[in-house]
């Protein structure tokens, strides 16, 4: 079943429901090898900006939702966000993620189409001649308004369908938030040109291998450039928080199943970027290495200001902020070279995926 062309639901399933660990390193190792024969072996780092936590949305499971009283909010500067972009040059990451709470609102829309200019303007020069690559995590927002921040720069956007399971995903959110208006905005955002990322959460309460399944070929039939997906973290301040205790026993087998689907993405989906995701970093000690060695090809070291790192938690335990300083930065190099890997230093590192479905648009279709 490993080292398909094409892969049917029951495929994928089956290789979802491994438990033997014999079973996983195969797949693990076919994994690094797709990774390996389409991508090559280098991992980009993109630096994370978590720029503002003022949220709209109120999602059930996450800790920055609307009605969670208790956060602190704020709105970093556009001085802190030039300055945590400069350190994002200044290390070699070649691209940067600016990621907030969501805000339709025209004065933060204008804030972000001001700090892409500055951003840009800023770090253009040297081994980066046309600025930091930059990548957002804003959010849903009119096409319009896609297409206004595409044109301050920004190229690459992130919006995770959450679930592509529409009874789920309408469990974890109120009902003004719906699964249509999401699935409209990423197609709004392929068509205005951003190269696109979508991701969803694992082990969630209710979730079925199934849906795990039908998610990644959610992922092939949007034809996505890039994939970040993570565990389901329990936030103590939200309504989910009642399935704690399920959750928790159920931690081991999340961590597994996370990486299974980083792997089965990579089967699936070959060239796009997969990311490891802090909250896999948070489940587990090395845990971004391991996402790495089921063939994730991306990592976002967080930059955001200690100041305000602590009040972005949208779950708990995640890894607090920046800054390690060049120790920590050289510690962190060290271990992904010790996979075996090379750091795509001073690159913007995009997706082959989307270079390829630029030059062959119907190459997907072979698949049907
Ligand atoms: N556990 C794991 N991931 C979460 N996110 C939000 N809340 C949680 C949580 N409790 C993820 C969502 C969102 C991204 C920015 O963070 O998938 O898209």
């Known amino acids: 079943m490993l080292g398909r062309d094409c892969y049917a639901k029951e495929d994928i399933v089956s290789l979802l429901e491994a438990t033997d660990p014999v079973d996983i390193e195969a797949i693990r190792r076919q994994a690094e090898a797709v990774l390996l024969e389409n991508c090559g072996g280098d991992v980009f780092l993109r630096g994370l900006v978590e720029f503002s936590n003022i949220c709209a949305c109120d999602c059930l499971y996450c800790g920055i939702r609307k009605s969670n009283q208790a956060v602190r909010r704020y709105l970093l500067s556009q001085e802190e966000i030039v300055q945590a972009a400069i350190q994002c040059a200044q290390r070699g990451y070649g691209s940067y993620v600016l990621q907030s709470g969501e805000r339709q609102d025209e004065p933060f829309i204008q804030f972000v189409e001001q700090a892409i200019r500055a951003v840009k303007r800023q770090t253009t020069g040297g081994h980066l001649p046309q600025g930091l690559g930059i990548t957002l995590s804003i959010g849903e927002q009119s096409r319009e308004t896609y297409e ?202 995009d997706p082959l995926h989307y270079f390829r479905r630029k030059a062959q648009p119907a190459a997907r279709a072979s698949c049907d």
């Open 148 to 349: 206004r921040l595409f044109a301050a720069g920004a190229h690459r956007y992130l919006l995770r369908i959450e679930t592509s399971s529409p009874s789920l995903f309408r469990a974890l959110h109120p009902p003004a938030q719906g699964f249509e208006e999401r699935l409209a905005c990423l197609r709004a955002l392929r068509e205005t040109g951003f190269q696109v990322g979508s991701g969803v959460m694992i082990g969630l309460p209710g979730q079925t291998i199934e849906d795990l399944a039908d998610d990644l070929l959610f992922f092939r039939d949007l034809d996505v450039d890039m994939i970040g997906m993570g565990p389901y973290i329990v936030h103590r301040q939200t309504p989910m928080a009642r399935h704690r205790e399920t959750v928790a026993a159920q931690r081991p087998r999340i961590l597994t199943q996370a990486l299974l689907m980083i792997a089965v993405a990579r089967l699936v989906l070959r060239d796009v970027n997969i990311v490891a995701t802090t909250a896999l970093e948070a489940m587990a000690p090395q845990g971004q290495e391991l996402g790495l060695s089921f063939g994730a090809n991306v990592i976002m070291p967080p930059l955001t200001p200690a100041s305000a790192s602590n009040d972005y938690t949208l779950y708990e335990g995640k890894p607090l902020a920046a800054d390690g300083g060049d120790q920590l930065e050289q510690a962190r190099q060290a271990r992904i070279r010790s996979l075996g890997r090379e750091i795509g230093l001073n690159r913007w590192g």
